[in-house]
C-alpha cells in the first residue's frame, strides 16, 4: 500500500465530505450552515490542492483544476459569509446566505469530479 496515495485519497475524500456538510440544508437558512465548517472546508481543500502539486500526469493536471475551482469558490464563499457579517449593517441576510451556499455547491461539484477522477485512476491502476 502507497502511504502517499493513501493520505492523498484521505484529503480528497475529507474535502468533498466536509464542503457537502456545509451545503446541505435550508439554502436561505444560516442556523443549518456553520461557519467553521466553511472554515474547515477551505482549510483541508488548500491541503488537497496542495498534494496536487508536482503529479505531471494528464489526470493530474484536472485534479489540481478541480482543486484550483474549489478552493477559489470556498474562499469567495468564506469572503462574502465575513464581508455579510462584518462590513455591512444588515448583516448575514438570506440574499448573502444564499450566495455563501450557492459557491459552496460549485465547490461541492469541483470536489465531486475530483472524487471521480481519483476512482478512475484507482480502477485503471494496473501494478507493476
Same mark, same amino acid.
Given at each position: ?33 456553520? !461557519?467553521?465548517? #466553511?472554515? %474547515? +472546508?477551505?482549510? *483541508?481543500? =488548500?491541503? @488537497? ?7 505531471? /500526469? ?12 474549489? !478552493?477559489?469558490? #470556498?474562499? %469567495? +464563499?468564506?469572503? *462574502?459569509? =465575513?464581508? @455579510? ?7 448575514? /441576510? ?35
Amino acid at each position: 500500500m502507497n502511504l502517499e496515495k493513501v493520505v492523498f485519497a484521505f484529503f480528497v475524500v475529507l474535502a468533498a465530505t466536509l464542503n457537502f456538510g456545509f451545503f446541505v440544508g435550508d439554502l436561505t437558512d444560516a442556523r443549518v450552515h456553520n !461557519v467553521y465548517e #466553511l472554515y %474547515a +472546508a477551505v482549510i *483541508v481543500n =488548500i491541503i @488537497a490542492l496542495v498534494l496536487k502539486f508536482g503529479d505531471r /500526469t494528464q489526470i493530474g493536471a484536472l485534479h489540481l483544476a478541480t482543486s484550483l475551482v474549489a !478552493v477559489i469558490q #470556498l474562499i %469567495a +464563499a468564506a469572503a *462574502v459569509w =465575513i464581508w @455579510a457579517s462584518e462590513a455591512t449593517t444588515a448583516g448575514l /441576510t438570506i440574499e448573502h446566505m444564499s450566495s455563501v451556499v450557492s459557491l459552496s455547491g460549485g465547490a461541492l461539484l469541483a470536489n465531486l469530479v475530483s472524487i471521480m477522477l481519483l476512482v478512475i485512476e484507482t480502477a485503471t491502476y494496473q501494478r507493476r
